[in-house]
């Protein structure tokens, strides 16, 4: 496997852990029918995925991105519980020295989750940041600065064989989040945009069934923004629309599944017509009571 010895330093880590709160053994919490394996979007490009159950029969992908052009770069670094298998998987396409840039959309736990320890085992990595996301970051672990670049939207990331572009998604969580859009596959990330569940059969769109699609497309970029609701849709459809018109062959995200051909449109759409509406309301009370009579009751029957 390319990248075995750093996989085995991941037990006993060359730097300094004392600001990581990390320090208990980190176990999967897939319990689902995927197994953590690249998933090959374009020729150069994998999405890096891991899932959750989210209901049964149906799972919440977190996934990040590997582009393994002229200067390799790793697209989000994932969440802390998926520690040891988003290694594997990454290290098992490229070389951890070969790493030149990691690009953190934003600094969500579940996007930023292994930086600290990819910074440490990919010493030729720069870190496409931010200056509010360096801020931010600084009150709990901070960041090594020499090794930064600070993009904001609207700027390029020049990676050898292809150029980069920063946007704005159309749904985002945080005031940090930066897409990136590849000139040269015609690959979107779109961070945590276009959400929805996945029914156990693949990664891509046409793997999932059309009412966990519709049913859990809208629930999900509504609850990650809820300011939807203030928008004005003129204002929105023009801004949705220049992502739009970026003509994206592939768009990918942390939280959905690979959208394709006429798939493209139609998120774009859906998303246009969240402008105004009232936020979807997450769960609140009345299941976590639910969850605790069942955990004890489980407890009770071990």
Not at 59 to 87: C, K, M, N
Not at 264 to 291: C, M, N
Request: hydrophobic share 35%; proline share 9%.
């Amino acid at each position: 496997m390319v990248g075995e010895g750093a996989l085995k330093s991941l037990s006993s880590p060359p730097c300094d852990t004392s600001f990581d709160t990390h320090d208990q053994e980190v176990t999967d919490m897939d319990r689902t029918p995927y197994e953590p394996s690249p998933h090959r979007i374009t020729d150069d490009t994998w999405l890096i995925p891991h899932t959750v159950e989210a209901e049964p029969g149906a799972y919440l992908p977190v996934s990040s991105l590997l582009i393994r052009g002229e200067q390799p770069i790793v697209v989000d670094t994932g969440a802390p519980v998926h520690r040891q298998t988003w290694f594997e998987q990454i290290f098992s396409l490229v070389d951890p020295e070969e790493i030149r840039w990691i690009f953190l959309s934003h600094d969500d736990g579940d996007h930023k989750g292994n930086l600290h320890e990819l910074l440490d085992l990919a010493p030729n990595a720069t870190l496409v940041a931010c200056a509010f996301l360096d801020e931010r970051e600084a009150l709990e672990r901070p960041l090594p600065q020499h090794r930064q670049r600070w993009l904001e939207d609207g700027d390029t990331l020049d990676a050898g064989d292809r150029q980069l572009r920063l946007v704005t998604p159309p749904i985002f969580d945080g005031p940090t989040t930066r897409g990136l859009f590849d000139e040269r596959s015609g690959v979107l990330w779109a961070v945590d945009a276009f959400a929805a569940l996945l029914t156990g059969d693949g990664y891509e769109a046409g793997d999932v069934t059309p009412e966990v699609y519709d049913d859990t497309f809208h629930a999900f970029n509504s609850m990650i923004s809820p300011w939807h609701q203030w928008l004005d849709p003129v204002r929105y459809a023009r801004h949705v629309d220049t992502i739009a018109g970026l003509r994206p062959s592939v768009v990918t995200s942390s939280h959905g599944p690979v959208l394709r051909g006429g798939a493209i449109p139609d998120a774009f759409r859906r998303v246009k017509q969240l402008a105004g509406q009232p936020r979807v309301q997450p769960p609140g009370q009345e299941l976590l009571d639910e969850l605790i009579e069942a955990t004890v009751l489980a407890g009770a029957a071990g």
